[in-house]
């Protein structure tokens, strides 16, 4: 009895002391939401956009419906913040990276004080009939984390801890394109054929449609009731970011 006491003790400290994230849902210009995330779908492709991860990495997987190939020309695509364009495609290769940082503040693969080269990545990608290619490049929130602003409200929610019966507290908060925190776009260029005369353009801007506070081990814990397990963050249309401890 005074272990089971002990344990409880020590559960419910654990999920006080346990710092909160931000959990942020992401809507788009042209995509709906859907299990493997937002996206986009037509006679000629099926776009998907998955950003479950810490501080949203961007992976999109994009299919090729037709029976012949498609194209996507990376050097006229852009990751856009704001109205500072981020390109896919540097016409780099065989860099020295020895005290140098290849990438932009957003890209993931911004590495710094490495020997060893880059190689070259191909500046047009050619998509078979009926195949898929994935690709991750950019981070949205690659340090701190966003501002809310505007009202908000509080929900209870059932705990995922057994020793603790009452309800965690989740602020909300829900935004329009318009006022949202966090609003960026990804263009892409394609085309039905190699030399793009039949080329057409998807432009998507995305937001943060709703953020809610709440402790990280709500999300990203598992107590089976002698200890706690991490679980990974399935949730492919939002991402988290961790608050620092006040």
């Known amino acids: 009895m005074k272990t089971l006491a002990l344990f409880l003790f020590f559960s419910a400290a654990l ?7 931000q959990v942020v849902t992401l809507r788009g210009s042209n995509v709906r939401p859907a299990d493997e995330g937002l996206i986009l779908d037509n006679d000629t492709l099926t776009l998907r956009y998955n950003f479950a991860s810490e501080r949203g990495v961007m992976h999109i997987s994009l299919v090729n419906k037709l029976n012949r190939p498609l194209y996507v020309d990376w ?6 913040v704001g109205q500072d364009k981020l390109d896919y495609w ?4 065989d860099v020295q990276l ?6 932009s503040r957003y890209s993931r693969y911004s590495v710094g ?20 290619l994935d690709k991750q490049q950019f981070v949205l ?3 701190g984390h966003l501002v809310l602003s505007g009202p908000f409200k509080t929900e209870q929610e059932q705990s995922n801890l057994i020793s603790r019966k009452k309800p965690i507290a989740v602020s909300v ?17 394609l085309s039905t054929d190699k030399d793009f005369k039949n080329e057409f353009h998807i432009d998507t801007k995305f937001w ?3 953020v809610k506070v709440l402790p990280r081990d709500q999300v990203l814990s598992n107590f089976n009731g002698t200890y706690s397990e991490p679980v990974p963050f399935k949730k492919p249309d939002s991402f988290y970011v961790t608050l620092p401890v006040q």
């Open 208 to 210: 943060a449609s709703d």
């Open 173 to 189: 908060y829900n935004y329009s394109a318009d006022k949202s925190p966090l609003t960026f776009r990804n263009y892409l260029t």
């Open 90 to 93: 540097y016409d780099v290769a």
């Open 98 to 103: 020895e005290g140098a940082t290849v990438g």
């Open 75 to 80: 050097k006229r695509s852009s990751f856009i």
């Open 113 to 132: 004080y490495l020997g060893g080269t880059i190689s070259k990545e191909d500046m047009i990608s050619f998509i078979p009939p009926q195949t898929k």
């Open 15 to 21: 999920m006080s002391c346990s710092p909160n994230i």
């Open 141 to 143: 929130v690659p340090d």
